[in-house]
């Protein structure tokens, strides 16, 4: 167990160089490509000759799919430095994650039944959690009636509902979550001192 945690870690600090080698060498390259696409830089010298042979190519599925979300090309390179940015952050959470589940499974196996119990109660906590944070992005993007998004609603609405009709109207905003979140924390501290 602790040889594959230390891979973990190991994989996670060669993710987060990678990540932010390319972070900068793709903000190099999306300046570039952003100065050839407003005509500040030169549309046939040699340094536009360089993006539209090397760094278009790997912006083209952005180049297809933005515009009709109504990007501008010239802000597509940027675009790109963002998808890299969510690309390596997702990654590393996902590592991190995997990593420190494993390493909760085992201090908790170690100490066992209340240990056991203890990871039950701080993954179903964990869970109602996610589903809130889950439930509250997707409802600024537009896609509350996604599969994850009605998952999240049918994990959190038992409570959310009551909370809401309780709570006094602040306008278009719902607080709800935000007070549902800090009392989830509070309840789960409560019942993990109680064991």
Same mark, same amino acid.
């Given at each position: 167990?602790?040889?594959?945690? $230390? ?23 999306? $300046? ?90 701080? !993954? ?6 996610? $589903? ?28 959310? !509902? ?26 789960? !501290? $409560? ?5």
């Amino acid at each position: 167990m602790r040889d594959l945690v $230390a891979m973990l870690d190991v994989l996670v600090t060669v993710l987060r160089t990678a990540t932010l080698t390319l972070l900068v060498l793709g903000a190099a390259l999306a $300046a570039l490509a952003w100065g050839v696409r407003t005509r500040r830089i030169q549309p046939f010298g040699t340094a536009a000759r360089f993006v539209r042979r090397s760094v278009d190519p790997l912006l083209a599925p952005l180049d297809r799919r933005l515009p009709r979300l109504g990007v501008s090309a010239a802000a597509i390179p940027w675009w790109g430095v963002l998808a890299i940015l969510v690309t390596g952050a997702g990654a590393l959470f996902v590592i991190g994650f995997v990593r420190d589940v494993l390493v909760s499974v085992y201090f908790a196996s170690n100490a066992g039944a209340r240990g056991l119990v203890s990871l039950a109660v701080r !993954g179903t906590f964990g869970v109602l959690q996610l $589903a809130l944070l889950v439930r509250v992005i997707l409802s600024w993007t537009g896609g509350s009636w996604s599969a994850a998004g009605r998952l999240a609603h049918r994990c959190t609405e038992w409570f959310l !509902g009551p909370l809401r009709q309780a709570l006094p109207s602040a306008g278009q905003l719902d607080l709800s979550p935000l007070i549902a979140w800090f009392l989830l924390s509070l309840l789960e !501290g $409560a019942v993990l001192r109680l064991l």
